[in-house]
């Protein structure tokens, strides 16, 4: 296997390309030394699918399918998938909330250079930690996440959790008109606010679908947004259910009543199924994603009980008394990088004063903080506008410690919902070197500005 001239960035190497595998995922030969149930190989490519019915809609899928096929690792094992860009534009993939070496984390002209339409890249790493986690491009971001190009990856625990049913929800919300073709992914008026809807909701990628329980059992149901805007408002009435995980993270068993999961954000619940037939809504505020359906009876006498709480993941615990404190303030802005004829970027959103411009790699020469390798850190986070930003850090997880806004009991994530005019404070330890994207995962929001470099080293 040859060294590819365009993959070779910032000292390391990735793997080149062995020709096109074709749509699909599937197990590749492994090596002896690596388990082959957690190597795939995967292509993202074209594809049409009906959204609306008896229409087409021109996706973008990874592995035939948009959203894109479950990916599965195991904790403290290593992932490999070989990943070839079947689409007529570069791409990446950025591996969501998995603490991994800089060299795997998908960033263009970061972590390595854009992969072109055809070539091929190894994606190979250790996952440290159990949880519900994502798969997408860090190029040209709107588009291919807006056209389907998005995937869940489960890493299971290293040890049994108790848990013997489970059910993965991806959330999916779609820019389409009612004859399923793409409308705008950003609208200036709408980035500046909220972020751009879209039109048309979907879980795993079915608008309304049912989703079976079996009765009188404890499911765990996993639900990601991999949505480029929407903030979901989930409650599950008529059901009973406990939370269990946070973005991969889990904490003490708590019962769920309602939860707003921002883009890129996870909740793992477990949800008991009656001994008798049921049928309950998973909801968004007044509005229905779908349906939970028992259609069978039990025929056990007792139900069962709740699974005891989630191992905790090997994440360092920040050392509060000797943290150093860095400022970070979201706020709005308004203005052209230059004028669009020389390639200039809408800014609509800055971090500390400063719009992130993803035409200007200089940008990536100037991070918003450099942190010392093995120190802790608070970050005091302030959003001064009056809509929500989701803020992603990635390599690292950090912990939620407080807000001025609600009750926090401190708990560890990679994405925290940061509320309108909503101070909050979050800890980590600087423990992987490395530059490393911290932005809003409101995709329009990120690509208007709202993005910044951290550096540890």
């Not at 190497?13 to 699909?24: N, W």
């Not at 599937?26 to 490519?45: I, S, V």
Request: glycine share 10%; hydrophobic share 40%; proline share 8%.
């Amino acid at each position: 296997m040859t060294v590819s001239r365009r993959q070779v960035l910032l000292g390391a190497a990735g793997l080149s390309g062995l020709g096109a595998l074709g749509a699909g995922v599937g197990q590749w030969l492994a090596r002896p030394a690596l388990n082959p149930d957690y190597d795939y190989r995967l292509t993202a490519a074209p594809l049409e699918i009906e959204l609306v019915p008896g229409f087409k809609t021109p996706a973008l899928g990874y592995g035939g399918q948009a959203p894109g096929q479950l990916l599965r690792a195991k904790q403290g094992e290593r992932i490999r998938v070989r990943f070839t860009n079947g689409l007529d534009q570069a791409t990446t993939i950025h591996w969501h909330g998995i603490r991994l070496p800089i060299e795997m984390d998908g960033v263009p002209f970061v972590s390595q250079l854009p992969m072109l339409p055809g070539e091929t890249f190894d994606y190979d790493f250790v996952v440290p930690d159990a949880g519900s986690y994502w798969y997408h491009p860090h190029k040209a971001s709107g588009e291919q996440l807006g056209r389907g190009l998005v995937g869940p990856l489960i890493v299971d625990e290293a040890q049994p959790t108790g848990f013997v049913h489970e059910r993965v929800l991806v959330l999916k919300n779609w820019h389409v008109d009612e004859q399923g073709a793409f409308t705008d992914f950003s609208v200036p008026r709408e980035a500046a606010r909220g972020g751009t809807p879209g039109r048309l909701t979907t879980v795993n990628g079915l608008h309304l679908p049912v989703i079976d329980l079996p009765a009188g059992e404890i499911v765990r149901v996993r639900l990601l947004n991999l949505d480029n805007t929407v903030t979901y408002r989930l409650a599950l009435p008529g059901l009973s259910a406990m939370v269990y995980a946070l973005d991969g993270n889990p904490v003490a068993p708590q019962p769920f009543k309602e939860y707003w999961l921002g883009p890129g954000m996870r909740i793992d619940l477990a949800v008991k199924a009656p001994n008798t037939p049921l049928k309950a809504p998973l909801k968004d505020g007044l509005f229905r994603l779908a349906e939970f359906a028992v259609t069978e009876r039990s025929t056990a006498m007792v139900q069962a009980d709740w699974p005891k709480a989630l191992p905790s993941n090997p994440v360092a615990e920040p050392d509060l008394q000797n943290a150093e404190r860095i400022a970070f303030n979201f706020e709005w802005v308004g203005g052209l990088s230059k004028p669009k004829a020389e390639g200039g970027a809408l800014n609509f959103w800055q971090i500390n004063g400063v719009a992130w411009d993803g035409n200007d790699r200089s940008c990536l020469t100037r991070p918003a903080a450099r942190l010392r390798l093995g120190r802790s850190y608070i970050f005091e986070m302030r959003n001064l506008s009056q809509y929500q930003h989701p803020i992603h850090i990635h390599g690292m997880t950090f912990k939620v410690l407080s807000s001025n806004r609600k009750k926090i009991t401190p708990y560890f994530t990679d994405t925290y919902l940061l509320g309108r005019n909503e101070s909050a404070k979050v800890a980590l330890v600087a423990d992987n070197p490395g530059l490393w994207m911290f932005h809003c995962h409101v995709i329009d929001h990120m690509e208007t500005g709202l993005m910044t470099a951290i550096e540890v080293a």
